[in-house]
């Protein structure tokens, strides 16, 4: 099975960064996916890695490293609207399009 | 494109009845169509994927009498919650993936939050 640890909150002030860390534990890896969600509403895509290295996309950026099992998201320029969950999702060889979510982070920006 | 409909966004019922949700892909054929529930201030759990024409995957401990899906074509599938008790109330999402795009691509539906009384 897969194993997927990120924190259970962050707090952070507007304008500021955060930056939020996946770490997993999974045998055939086949990409990582970030997600949005806010409170009642389904799950909006913001980034995906397959090969290690760094993904900007505007304000956020994904980081990967296969070798550590390790990925991380950056939120710059902190908004109010920032103010959700982020859940790092799994995808694995050989499982067809399913995807294992981890815990998930909400992040709360404060003015 | 890909965009994911559900229906109902909400519904309340009694506890013992039964309850019918949607999904529908809009505007691409789902190869595959995945049914999540999501607990308050937790993160999405997989219940069950379904392809089209064949029976749905059921993840351990989710019980496939209780929770009825059917995919008959390649962009509807339907959840049903049998015989619903208030300890099935929860937030229901369906997402939907496609042919060609990368592995574990999926887009979501808007959710249907169930209240069981």
């Known amino acids: 099975g897969q194993n997927i640890d990120q924190p259970t909150e962050m707090t952070a002030t507007e304008g500021a960064i955060v930056q939020i860390n996946c770490t997993y534990q999974?045998?055939?890896?086949?990409?990582l996916f970030w997600y949005q969600q806010h409170a009642g509403e389904a799950p909006t895509f913001l980034s995906y890695?397959?090969?290690?290295g760094l993904e900007e996309k505007g304000r956020f950026s994904s980081f990967l490293s296969r070798s550590k099992g390790y990925s991380y998201l950056l939120l710059k320029e902190l908004q109010m609207k920032d103010s959700a969950s982020y859940l790092c999702a799994v995808a694995v060889r050989g499982a067809g399009n399913k995807l294992t979510f981890g815990g998930g982070t909400r992040v709360l920006v404060k003015p | 494109g890909a965009v994911v409909s559900q229906h109902p966004s909400r519904v309340i019922c009694k506890s013992g009845t039964s309850v019918k949700i949607e999904c529908r892909s809009l505007?691409?054929?789902?190869?595959?169509m995945f049914w999540y529930r999501q607990f308050p201030k937790q993160s999405l759990m997989l219940m069950a994927t379904?392809?089209?024409?064949?029976?749905?995957?059921?993840e351990q401990g989710v019980e496939k009498d209780k929770f009825l899906i059917n995919h008959a074509s390649l962009t509807l599938s339907t959840l049903t919650v049998t015989s619903a008790h208030p300890e099935d109330s929860s937030f229901y999402i369906c997402?939907?993936?496609?042919?060609?795009?990368?592995?574990?691509?999926?887009?979501f539906g808007p959710g249907t939050r169930l209240t069981v009384l």
């Open positions: 890695n397959v090969l290690d």
């Open positions: 997402s939907a993936s496609r042919r060609g795009g990368p592995n574990g691509e999926q887009f």
């Open positions: 999974t045998s055939g890896f086949n990409g």
């Open positions: 379904s392809n089209e024409g064949s029976k749905a995957t059921y």
């Open positions: 505007d691409f054929q789902a190869t595959t």
